[in-house]
């Protein structure tokens, strides 16, 4: 048996239907419990984005949100939304929509709780996260170390992902030696990690905005270029989604679990992770950063994921495998072959816009991953850190942060020149773990997140900009804002 099919046979496990249901259904719970905050609130969202408190202790709004996006807005956005169409049909964007919308509101949970239950590290900068609203809310210790150990390895996992997609297309564009991109990724990957949260956050900053924009430009050129398409793109979504469409019919299950994978890969609602960079916002109410947060889930799948899913499906590039064949699928078990011999990730959107802008794809999609990528890696960086320091009780010792930045940089190096397959397995599963371990908890803490959420709601009645007292509404532990 080797390393591959353990790999599978670990992923089939953590990503059974029972999790697939869980993610759906507690995003409905929520969605009816807060009534439906990720549509009632849509200008508050867009308002408080831009607002710009910052103390030496936290970041500001945005650059929280930034540093959230640089984890959501990575090559999920291309690769995942490639590998959901590959290997769930055209139908597993729609459930990547339900997932996302559903999931704006777990995640102004998660992060509501991040920053009710954030804490000072030894440096004196905030950090929060599952890990920490599990031990301060739950008061389950063991809980929170378990979540933190997940996720510091989760998140090296991930990387590997995001580090397998760089070398793969910077390869395909421009014939560069996996072991050269490779080398040259670890260097800069390095000398940013060593400047800590803050440096993180100002290349956030400035990285992501511009590569979203640049990247939806040419999505949306390619789509114009193909207009009379994209009806019958929407139509072929539907269907399939609902297992109607001729080719398509019998994977609807398939599906809905790819849709869901991908989509809770992507925008991470659920997860935590987004959680992490929520707690080190400066805010005066935690609503404020949960309703930012929420936010970040429309930019990433609404917005990016369905430029890339219909670049790709309106030029008619793209191959779907047979679901009923398990393993890494081959030519003779295609369904669809509109590219044989092309893996499913980048390559896939390379081809669609090199199909309609010749002699530019290749090379833009690997510049677009480059950004999407490298800010990503940077984003779970800091969120494996943040669980370190949790475990070290927010003091670790400077030569077990060195160690560790180490072993992070390996892990991001080894799967940068190993299979994508086993790249995309290892990152599944990781999401896998965290998702169910935040997924019961913010479901057994959510009082805390609702009752903020009322204050917040009263305060803006009374004219107010709404201020936090913790005492208000009940909550104890949260040293922070007694402070």
């Not at 999790?19 to 929520?30: A, I, K, N, P, S």
């Not at 991930?158 to 014939?175: C, K, M, R, Y």
Request: aromatic share 10%; glycine share 8%.
């Amino acid at each position: 048996m080797n390393i591959e099919s353990i790999v599978n046979a670990i992923l089939g496990i953590v990503w059974s239907p029972y999790l697939v249901v869980l993610c759906l259904l507690t995003g409905l719970y929520f969605s009816v419990r807060t009534r439906f905050i990720q549509l009632r609130a849509l200008p508050d969202m867009l308002r408080l984005m831009f607002r710009h408190e910052r103390s030496d202790a936290g970041v500001s709004p945005f650059q929280a949100l930034s540093l959230s996006l640089s984890s959501r807005v990575g090559v999920g956005n291309i690769a995942g939304v490639a590998m959901a169409i590959a290997f769930g049909g055209p139908g597993a964007i729609f459930w990547m929509w339900i997932v996302a919308f559903l999931g704006a509101s777990s995640a102004f949970i998660e992060s509501t709780l991040a920053q009710i239950y954030k804490d000072r590290d030894g440096k004196g900068q905030y950090r929060g996260g599952p890990a920490y609203y599990i031990e301060k809310g739950l008061g389950q210790r063991w809980y929170a170390v378990l979540f933190a150990l997940v996720t510091v390895l989760a998140g090296a996992m991930l990387a590997g992902t995001q580090s397998n997609a760089i070398t793969s297309a910077v390869n395909e564009a421009w014939d560069v030696p996996v072991m050269t991109t490779t080398a040259v990724l670890l260097v800069v990957l390095g000398a940013i990690l060593i400047g800590g949260v803050r440096r993180i956050a100002r290349v956030a900053e400035w990285v992501v905005p511009l590569m979203a924009v640049a990247y939806l430009l040419v999505a949306a050129l390619v789509m114009v270029l193909n207009a009379d398409r994209v009806p019958e793109v929407i139509m072929l979504v539907l269907r399939s989604a609902f297992g109607v469409d001729a080719a398509f019919g019998a994977m609807i299950g398939t599906a809905i679990q790819w849709g869901v994978r991908r989509g809770v890969l992507s925008n991470e609602a659920g997860m935590g992770s987004g959680a992490h960079p929520a707690a080190a916002a400066e805010v005066s109410h935690p609503v404020k950063q949960g309703l930012v947060q929420s936010f970040s889930v429309y930019i990433d799948t609404m917005v990016v994921c369905s430029a890339t899913a219909f670049l790709i499906l309106s030029t008619g590039l793209y191959n779907v495998y047979d679901p009923a064949v398990n393993g890494i699928p081959d030519e003779a078990r295609l369904l669809l072959g509109n590219l044989p011999g092309v893996e499913a990730g980048p390559r896939f959107v390379q081809h669609a816009v090199e199909s309609t802008l010749p002699g530019f794809g290749r090379s833009f999609v690997a510049l677009a991953i480059l950004p999407f990528a490298f800010t990503t890696i940077l984003a779970l960086y800091y969120m494996a850190e943040t669980n370190v320091s949790y475990l070290c009780r927010d003091r670790p010792a400077a030569w077990l942060m060195g160690v560790f930045q180490l072993l992070f940089l390996a892990a991001t190096g080894y799967s940068a020149v190993n299979s994508a397959t086993v790249a995309w397995s290892l990152g599944d599963i990781g999401v896998g773990l965290m998702s169910w371990l935040n997924i019961i908890a913010i479901l057994l803490l959510q009082r805390p997140a609702l009752a903020a959420l009322r204050d917040y709601e009263a305060q803006k009645r009374k004219q107010r900009d709404p201020l936090f007292k913790p005492q208000t509404i009940g909550v104890s532990n949260t040293r922070v804002w007694e402070s």
